[in-house]
């Protein structure tokens, strides 16, 4: 072996170790560049966002009126001690839980310390029974079960829950605490003093005005509408009453009259029932705090008759407030074009939007008690 072989066998292993440590890291610097950049970026609002001051549980619930099970969801403001609750009642065209009516109440309540629980109305959604089979006072006694179910809740305050509701969902929501005791207040939107067949003729009139048709057509739908409803109260003939549908079957605003090619005996119709609702005779039972709000233009409901019932028998009802909102509908919203508001494809899009109206319940519940204004808002004197 030459000197130069001696040489190159004495610094061979040396370089072999340098390489494999250099080929090492420079596979472990290439798996951490490829790591880095399949990392995804942190989210821009999470450099600035901030805890939210109230934390709100969303639980699903499942309570029994009598044979038929009922589904909702409950969301409870994270404080400490016990919420006041508010059992949220249907409007007739949105029966779940997930509409898009319902959902300030569940933005804006539990914020203010009240838990708000949102059920599918029996038949729809995830809740058994079916609407066929009930009238005013099951769908009242629906929301009262719920009342029993969320008293027995640790989370809530036995003493301090009640209904909210808007148009049909209002009507509910002053029978329920005329038959419930146990309520500590009721809110009513939208709710008319009268029968809902007046009601009823009240809003078929506004749709026809709107769609353009002139009034010799409005008065034909609402006398077609009316000898419906006189048969079905038995004051007329189901020949006669008959006749007349007949004679506004063809006509091209039919559809929008809201009524059937023909009508079910008194003791079988759902509608019978209902037109026989009155709801000046609930309020006589009221005896919680309640307050009803109307939109100074529904085209829905007649709104300035309801509020003037309401103002003329107010000494006889003290615990009753009546408020109209300028400008607001049937939804509470204020911009909303007529043909919206009376589409009932729109119908589950339709929220309220009007300030006035979100401040007035607000207010309302906080002078009545029922709201709990986290400390670190109030203000430092």
């Known amino acids: 072996m030459t000197q130069a072989d001696i040489s190159t066998a004495k610094t061979l292993p040396g370089a072999v170790i340098l390489s494999g440590i250099a080929l090492t890291l420079t596979a472990a610097l290439t798996f951490a560049i490829e790591a880095q950049a399949q990392e995804k970026p942190p989210s821009p609002a999470a450099l600035w966002s901030a805890p939210a001051t109230a934390s709100v549980s969303a639980s699903e619930l499942q309570f029994n009126n009598g044979q038929t099970t009922l589904s909702g969801t409950l969301y409870a403001p994270q404080l400490p001690g016990k919420a006041p609750a508010v059992i949220v009642l249907h409007a007739a065209s949105v029966p779940t839980r997930d509409q898009a009516l319902y959902r300030h109440l569940i933005q804006a309540l539990p914020a203010l310390g009240i838990a708000v629980f949102v059920y599918d109305r029996r038949g729809s959604g995830k809740s058994g029974g079916m609407l066929a089979d009930s009238d005013y006072d099951v769908l009242a006694d629906d929301g009262i079960a719920a009342q029993r179910m969320l008293a027995r809740d640790a989370r809530i305050d036995p003493r301090r829950i009640g209904f909210w509701g808007l148009s049909q969902g209002g009507w509910l929501s002053l029978l329920a605490a005329a038959r419930s005791p146990e309520t500590a207040f009721a809110i009513a939107i939208s709710a008319p003093m ?36 006189e048969y079905e109260r038995g004051r007329l003939g189901r020949a006669t009453a008959q006749a007349r549908l007949d004679a506004v079957v063809d006509k091209p605003w039919f559809d929008l009259a809201y009524l059937d090619k023909t009508f079910e005996d008194p003791g079988k119709s759902r509608w019978a029932k209902e037109i026989r609702h009155d709801p000046l005779k609930t309020l006589d039972a009221v005896h919680a705090p309640a307050l009803v709000i109307y939109g100074a233009k529904d085209p829905w409901v007649p709104a300035k008759l309801s509020a003037d019932i309401l103002r003329k028998n107010a000494a006889q009802h003290p615990n009753i407030d009546t408020a109209v909102i300028a400008g607001a509908d049937h939804d509470m919203m204020l911009s909303a074009p007529l043909e919206f508001q009376i589409d009932p494809k729109a119908f589950s899009a339709q929220a309220p939007d009007a300030p006035e109206y979100f401040s007035l319940m607000a207010a309302w519940l906080t002078a009545k008690g029922f709201t709990l204004v986290p400390s670190s808002t109030a203000t430092v004197h």
């Open 194 to 229: 009268t029968t809902p067949d007046v009601q009823m003729n009240f809003a078929v009139a506004n749709i026809l005005r709107i769609k353009g048709y002139p009034e010799a057509d409005v008065e034909m739908a609402v006398a077609a509408r009316t000898a419906v409803d």
